[in-house]
């Protein structure tokens, strides 16, 4: 389940990115730089000052990151560059895709240079649902534009996890089931 941190690694750079809600909601990133025995963090980078509940990370390439995060119910992304330990973050991107609580999930797609998106819809009953993102521009110019429209999946489900099988074109997607079966 998602938390108010994540972290994910960046195999470009060799960067980890440590992102998270603080106590008073906003969200933030912190680089860690490991080399050999040395862990090397970075400054604390605010991303956003909406009211983070759950947030979560991914690495795309070339140093960009991106965390996701629940804004009262609605998904929004902010897109990050990555130069040693330091994060430039662009403007916060709304998804259009009310969720429920921690129950989305996103993974970046290296082949196709897209992120993939799959949420628990709470605006369509929890209907898990997906859409298609391509990353454009860098540092405080960079975006996602969302292709065609949020896809239902089926009816029901909770706490959906999405994972990409390298040079496959292939994505495993998982969930609960709100009777608690998988």
């Known amino acids: 389940y998602g938390s108010r941190y994540d972290a994910c690694y960046d195999a470009t750079s060799g960067n980890i990115l440590v992102a998270?809600?603080?106590g008073s909601g906003d969200s933030h990133g912190v680089v860690a730089n490991i080399s050999g025995n040395t862990i090397l963090y970075g400054s604390a980078a605010m991303a956003s000052t909406d009211t983070t509940q759950w947030v979560k990370c991914i690495a795309t390439e070339g140093g960009q990151v991106a965390i996701s995060y629940d804004d009262n119910g609605t998904l929004k992304m902010v897109l990050g560059n990555v130069n040693g330990t330091t994060i430039t973050w662009a403007s916060t991107i709304t998804t259009s895709m009310?969720?429920?609580?921690?129950?989305w999930s996103y993974v970046y797609d290296p082949t196709a240079q897209k992120i993939t998106l799959v949420g628990s819809n709470a605006a369509a009953s929890y209907y898990p649902s997906y859409r298609i993102g391509t990353i454009s521009g860098s540092g405080t110019g960079a975006s996602i534009s969302w292709s065609g429209?949020?896809?239902?999946?089926?009816s029901g489900l909770f706490y959906v996890r999405v994972a990409y099988i390298p040079?496959?074109?292939t994505y495993a997607i998982?969930?609960?089931l709100a009777n608690n079966t998988y």
């Open 20 to 22: 998270y809600s603080d």
């Open 98 to 103: 009310s969720i429920n609580t921690d129950g």
């Open 149 to 154: 429209p949020t896809v239902m999946i089926s």
């Open 167 to 169: 040079g496959s074109n």
């Open 174 to 176: 998982s969930w609960r």
